[in-house]
């Protein structure tokens, strides 16, 4: 199975700062017949199921604010968030599904410091 | 935009059998697969199985292979999750999700997800 780490566990930083959250796999994540990256994020909220953010690695769901954003390639890869709003305040995971079984990392707590 | 409805709330005993349920209401499975992912109390995400409804065949997580069991019925856009000899540390929020399947039958994202359904093993 395809090992996901995420760093750091956690987060806390102020209103409008930026948010770095890092995800490596454990092996490349690349397909290089169509050079897409298998990799999403997901945001998860207290009490709610994940929500779906970014896909391909880089391309946000429809109805994401485009202060989220995924980059990286192969095994190492990062969601960013520009600038830290209220509603953010959230668990993180990345998830590759570039093989079977589709693994997560160990999520990322974002906080308003 | 399909909505995923599952079951309530369960306790259960030790040995015994579970069994979630999942709607889609607003859409259909077509063309998707399901995925069932459950999440132990503080915990992250782990993923325990998926059916591609047209297909018919499911593939499992090898930590829940024998005792997990996901079906479809497509006259009703309700899939379903078995799990039998139920352990405590199967206590768990178990959610549903639609689930692109990209070429060559190879399951991609997660998008939607169900409300979660919390099942809780003890004696």
């Known amino acids: 199975d395809i090992v996901m780490t995420q760093s750091p566990d956690s987060l806390a930083l102020s209103l409008g700062e930026r948010a770095t959250i890092n995800c490596k796999s454990s092996?490349?994540?690349?397909?290089?017949?169509?050079?897409?990256?298998?990799l999403a994020w997901y945001q998860q909220k207290p009490g709610q199921p994940p929500k779906l953010l970014i896909y391909w690695a880089s391309t946000r769901e429809s109805g994401v604010p485009d202060r989220f954003s995924g980059s990286g390639s192969g095994t190492d890869f990062t969601l960013t968030i520009s600038s830290l709003q209220a509603e953010d305040v959230a668990v993180y995971y990345c998830q590759q599904y570039y093989s079977t079984p589709p693994t997560f990392g160990g999520g990322t707590k974002v906080e308003i410091k | 935009q399909v909505q995923l409805v599952q079951s309530g709330a369960e306790v259960k005993k030790p040995g015994s059998s579970v069994k979630v349920s999942c709607k889609a209401s607003g859409g259909t499975f077509s063309n998707f697969a399901i995925s069932w992912v459950r999440q132990a109390p503080g915990q992250g995400l782990e993923w325990m199985g998926g059916i591609i409804p047209i297909f018919g065949t499911a593939n499992y997580a090898q930590k829940v292979q024998g005792r997990a069991t996901i079906t479809t019925d497509e006259s009703t856009n309700t899939a379903y999750m078995n799990l039998n000899s139920l352990r405590t540390d199967d206590t768990a929020i178990y959610y549903c999700a639609r689930t692109v399947v990209l070429v060559g039958a190879t399951l991609g994202w997660f998008d939607p997800w169900g409300q979660g359904t919390l099942v809780t093993v003890s004696s």
């Open positions: 092996q490349s994540v690349l397909y290089s017949s169509n050079n897409e990256n298998y």
